[in-house]
């Protein structure tokens, strides 16, 4: 770990700052059961066994971002879903910052964020529930942001990009002011979501929602669902609406939607 870090994040955050490290939301979680305070940061420079959504695996050379956020206050079931709108909220608005003017950047059921139509960042949300509160003990949302490089394809295949690839230059490329900002968003819609619920975040999300109201093809576990993105249930469901037969609430699962 560097003597000094690159970064001075707001109160509450603790920033853990590392070279290299097995996956950000592993060392949170490790993190956590070591007692780890709420808004404990970590941020790495490469990840040897980056983790995406569904056991996938997430590339991670140096040169993007890779972090997670450790929450530790205790949570409602329900504010996992949550949580991963105000992430994914923070993240479009900082990757809006980040990228050439113009851009445009569109938000994915659940929790990616597009640019251009092509996945540019993911979130993979994990976390321990106490079975006798049935309240989370702390949660870790990890978030990954293709900044100088991406693969082909996202290993959902879906198609990729990166900032680089969408002409950003200079600042845009470094991974500190995209933390920076991500992180102060972050807050902002923490606060947000805790004063006034998830109305507010679930407005902002689909101000920029790609696909709303078009076809949409769903990935289950045991099947493969075709019908139209319908709505945003107040709870953060995809409300699947189907050729003669009633709406499916879809909680998770591989959404393509065309490009
Ligand atoms: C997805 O599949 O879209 C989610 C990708 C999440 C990747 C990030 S990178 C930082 C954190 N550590 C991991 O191992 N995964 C997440």
Redesign the pocket.
Known sequence: MPDQSSLQLPSPYTLVELESID????EAKRLAEEGAPDCTIVWAKR?T??????G?E?V?APGNL???ILLRLPYPMEAMTQLGFVAANALADAIQVAAPRGTLVQVKWP??VLVEGH?IA???MEGEPDMDSGAFKWLVL???VNVSSHPAL???AYPATSLAAQGATGEGLDVAPLLDTLAKRFLAGLATWRNLGFGPIRRHWLARAKGIGGPVTVRLPNETLEGVFGALDENGALVLHLDGQPNRRITAGDVFIPV
């Open positions: 996956s950000t939301n592993a990840q066994a980056g983790r995406g959504r569904r996938r997430w991670s890779y972090f997670s929790n990616d996945k993911g979130i993979l990890g978030i990954g996202d290993d959902g």
